[in-house]
T-cell receptor
């Protein structure tokens, strides 16, 4: 079956612009996670959804970052007033039930470059 | 705060040799420790994991050991093959949360 997909695969924007990054989890997976991966670093947790609700958004760096999952499947990560420091690969992962220790399946990521 | 240190940052081994990657975590409440393999242009893929009530786990050529007292855990790959070349990440999860703290990664090169 299809894995986690993310679009776009690459996004180049200018400082100050607004961007949206999309994640399509594996069908039927109730848990969805967003991570940010800077060059040479490990993924950094941003937010976790269980169904439609954000169960843990403690990793969002500031109020310019926001994520939604209105129907409990597709999720969108929104970044306002982008800054050069936002440049990174944004990874999405999903798991079936959101039970702790359950395998997370990662998508290929969206590479964001803010000029 | 929560932190996971990972060493070495790069590792080169000859095909057939073993590779060991080590991680140390800071939060004693961490109870789940997965390892991920990330190939170029792809997302991380889980390769093995261990829970805090287990000291060692093995899956074919891959094994993970955990020392809770020292807050250390290690990945062991035996009989390495060129296709094992990738970046490997360790992670730790605190009990009762869904937040994973990742190490900084180890770039493994297996030389044919």
């Amino acid at each position: 079956g299809a894995g986690v997909s993310q679009t776009p695969s690459n996004k180049v924007t200018e400082k100050g612009k607004y961007v949206e990054l999309r994640c399509d989890p594996i069908s039927g997976h109730t848990a969805l996670y967003w991570y940010r991966q800077s060059l040479g670093q490990g993924p950094e947790f941003l937010i976790y959804f269980q169904g439609t609700g954000a169960a843990d958004d403690s990793g969002l760096p500031n109020d310019r970052f926001f994520a939604v999952r209105p129907e409990g499947s597709v999720s969108t990560l929104k970044i306002q007033r982008t800054e050069r420091g936002d440049s990174a690969v944004y990874l999405c992962a999903s798991s079936k039930l959101g039970v702790p220790e359950e395998t997370q399946y990662f998508g290929p990521g969206t590479r964001l470059l803010v000029l | 705060g929560e932190n996971v240190e990972q060493h070495p940052s790069t590792l080169s081994v000859q095909e057939g040799d073993s590779a060991v990657i080590k991680c140390t975590y800071s939060d004693s409440a961490s109870n789940y420790f997965p390892w991920y393999k990330q190939e170029l242009g792809k997302g991380p893929q889980l390769i093995i994991d261990i829970r805090s009530n287990v000291g060692e786990k093995k899956d074919q050529r891959i094994a993970v050991t955990l020392n809770k007292t020292a807050k250390h855990f290690s990945l062991h790959i035996t009989e390495t093959q060129p296709e094992d070349s990738a970046v490997y990440f360790c992670a730790a999860r605190k009990g009762g949360t869904y937040k994973y703290i990742f190490g900084t990664g180890t770039r493994l090169k297996v030389l044919a």
